[in-house]
């Protein structure tokens, strides 16, 4: 199976060939899978080297022109470096663009803390009017991709993961998905952790929910959900815990809740190991969530 960031490579590369009005700025990240589409569309496939201000520079100039701007790189060096050209020059001037990130929260933990990320998405909270997608599998970054290409002159972000789940899910437009009802409570599981909190929540009485688009939160879902089980809700997100907790909140303003946010941490793992290892050290792993999530109910209601 290819990973989400070949599956954009393969995808944008085509849609260059259809769309005139789809542009791409590199910052040299990825720049060898775009090079046979440079060499059909030198105008529209644009590597402006290590320079990530310039990055996000040029593409809100590009959608200044009526262009759909595509920039891409490493998501600390996409939201976090450049972040006041982001809020200028598309918030400011009023423009749209699709951001797409590689590396995610730890997915190159060879590169060291300089390439991980896991405040972009909080980041971008700061933020208004940003779409934010968070696919779990290649096919559901190929489908959020399309969406994002042709949506308009919106404000998209794109959050690519080497992590995936073994299998897709439809992710027809923004909202939540019910995978599994229960009555004890309900979790959300994001983008790539799905696989996880479903293996962590297995034969606990609890309703899952999926999200692959988390910006706009969908409020009726939840409030929905939580209709019908116990008012406590698990956040499980692959980017700083608790990113959606706000959110949550908002969506049950008037229901008497609890909010768990399990994401990860805020401390700084320096010993780089593995993806694997960074998922446990946050407690991300199946055994880890669910010793977690159970705490975080009564165990009368937990358990069947």
Known sequence: MDTMRERFISVTSRLLDEDPRLAVVLAEVTMDGFRPAQRRHPDRVINVGIREQLLVGVGGGLALTGLRPVLHTFASFLVERPFEQVKLDFGHQGTGGVLVSASASYDWPAGGFTHMAPGDVALLDTLDGWTVHVPGHPDEAEALLRHAYAAGDDKVYVRLSQQSNAAARPVHGPGLRTVREGRA????????????????????????????????????????????????????????????????????????????????????????????????????????????????????????
Not at 206 to 228: I, M, Q, S, W
Not at 279 to 294: F, K, N, Q, V
Request: glycine share 10%.
């Open 185 to 304: 409570g309900v979790v959300v599981a994001v983008g790539p952790l799905l696989d996880n909190v479903l293996a962590a929540t297995e034969g606990l009485d609890l309703t899952v929910l999926y999200a692959a688009t988390v910006r706009p939160f969908d409020d009726a879902a939840l409030r929905e959900a939580v209709g019908r089980a116990a008012p406590a809700v698990v956040l499980v997100e692959p980017y700083l815990a608790g990113t959606s907790a706000a959110a949550a909140g908002g969506a049950l303003a008037d229901v008497p809740h609890r909010v768990l946010g399990l994401g990860v941490g805020r401390a700084e793992l320096r010993r780089y190991g593995t993806m694997e290892e960074h998922t446990a050290a946050h407690g991300l792993d199946p055994h880890a969530l669910r010793e977690r999530i159970s705490g975080f109910l009564t165990p009368a209601a937990a358990a069947r």
